[in-house]
């Protein structure tokens, strides 16, 4: 597995801006894949592998990218179809399998934080924020990921799908990441990229912020999210809006679990 990549990347210094404390008691949930790191490289990486494998041809990386973002499966699936070939439903496991271990075994070669990212999670972190991962990515991917890129110890809890009731855009991942996190939805935030995280938020009555920079077949700006950014260095000024705002007057009580 590879080691830390804490080192072969650097963020520009950022002057914090939100006072010590001011968003104590706030939990702030994070999407992991096209929301805090650009994994689409390591994971079209690992399906061109598989293809090439499969004696197929490979994909450019640049119109790839929007296969990324619904899993694994779906991933393969779409890259098979894309790739000029029919897919047997009893060939799937096997492929997967065998894809897991290629993305193991590559997992941080060229995935990266996107820009801003490091900065933020830290600035919110001083103010008082605790942070987590609500992914629909395994947890173990997840963690694998975030271990190599020095980036585990800023969360206080990485929730994927295997430890969800359901996944998002069942509200009760959200609601579980944030409870495993020490939190309450009501005062509490999602960052997101893609349609699940958004409904998901929705379906909870927390606050949404997406990133335009994403995986989704939806525009952005079309998602319904309650804020739309553009670069991670926005991130903390409407956090400190939306959470200062939500411990005056909280958003309507969590519906029950479905």
């Given at each position: 597995m590879a080691a830390a990549l804490a080192p072969v990347f650097q963020e520009r210094p950022r002057r914090l801006t939100l006072p010590a404390h001011s968003l104590a008691g706030a939990t702030i949930a994070?999407?992991?894949d096209g929301t805090l790191v650009d994994t689409a490289p390591d994971l079209i990486g690992a399906l061109n592998h598989l293809l090439?494998?499969?004696a197929l041809p490979e994909l450019p990386l640049a119109s790839a990218r929007?296969?990324?973002g619904k899993g694994a499966r779906a991933l393969i699936e779409r890259g098979f179809a894309?790739?000029?070939a029919h897919l047997e439903p009893a060939k799937i496991p096997g492929l997967f399998d065998r894809f897991i271990a290629l993305y193991l075994d590559r997992i941080a070669d060229e995935s990266r934080p996107?820009?801003?990212v490091l900065a933020a999670l830290d600035e919110l972190?001083?103010?008082g924020a605790v942070l987590c991962v609500c992914t629909n990515k395994r947890t173990d991917l997840s963690l694998a990921l975030l271990d190599a890129l020095g980036m585990t110890s800023r969360f206080a809890t990485?929730?994927?799908a295997d430890r969800a009731p359901a996944p998002k855009p069942d509200p009760r991942h959200l609601f579980a990441a944030i409870a495993a996190a020490g939190g309450t939805p009501e005062h509490a935030l999602m960052v997101g990229d893609s349609i699940s995280d958004i409904a998901a938020a929705r379906a909870a009555n927390i606050p949404s912020v997406v990133v335009s920079f994403g995986y989704t077949e939806i525009a952005p700006g079309e998602l319904g999210a309650d804020h739309l950014i553009d670069h991670f260095d926005a991130l903390p000024a409407i956090a400190a809006q939306v959470l200062s705002r939500a411990s005056v007057a909280p958003c309507p009580a969590a519906p029950a679990a479905l």
């Open positions: 994070f999407d992991l090439r494998e499969e929007m296969l990324v894309v790739a000029g996107f820009d801003g972190a001083a103010a990485v929730f994927g």
